[in-house]
């Protein structure tokens, strides 16, 4: 799946998907989406997404559930990839940098973030 390939609607779609636990049917996901649009367009969004390879449908008693084809965990990557690319010219130390200047971190919060900073270095003996 190459999600710079798929329109806003479409990535609704997979948001969906993956707050659902990863499966649903059409209209569990209609339901969920903003400004819903009727089944018929729904399904042929499912229909276009598992073209594209982003979604796939298995029968569950008389109907289809869709499920992503990728994990949340793989999409975040490679979004967190293409943000750093795009934005900041592919130098993660800066995106780092932006995000913590941008957010009202609690103390709690930054120390969590220090400690996992130290664990990198301790793993990659800096």
């Known amino acids: 799946m190459r999600p710079r390939h798929l329109t806003r ?5 997979l948001d969906v998907l993956w707050e659902l ?5 059409a209209e569990e996901i209609r339901e969920r989406l903003p400004d819903p649009p009727g089944y018929s367009a729904i ?17 569950k008693g008389l109907r289809y559930v869709y499920s992503p084809t990728a994990s949340r965990g793989a999409a975040r990557r490679t979004a967190l990839q293409r943000l ?8 993660a130390g800066d995106a780092v940098t932006a995000f913590l200047e941008a957010e009202d971190w609690s ?4 120390e969590r973030v220090s400690r996992r900073i130290d664990a990198l270095k ?3 003996g800096r």
């Open 9 to 13: 609607r479409e990535r609704e779609i």
């Open 21 to 25: 636990g990863d499966e649903a049917s």
């Open 43 to 59: 399904r042929a969004m499912l229909t276009r997404l598992e073209n594209k390879g982003a979604i796939r449908h298995k029968e």
């Open 84 to 91: 750093v690319r795009v934005f900041f010219g592919g130098n």
């Open 107 to 110: 103390p709690d919060e930054l």
């Open 122 to 124: 301790r793993e990659r």
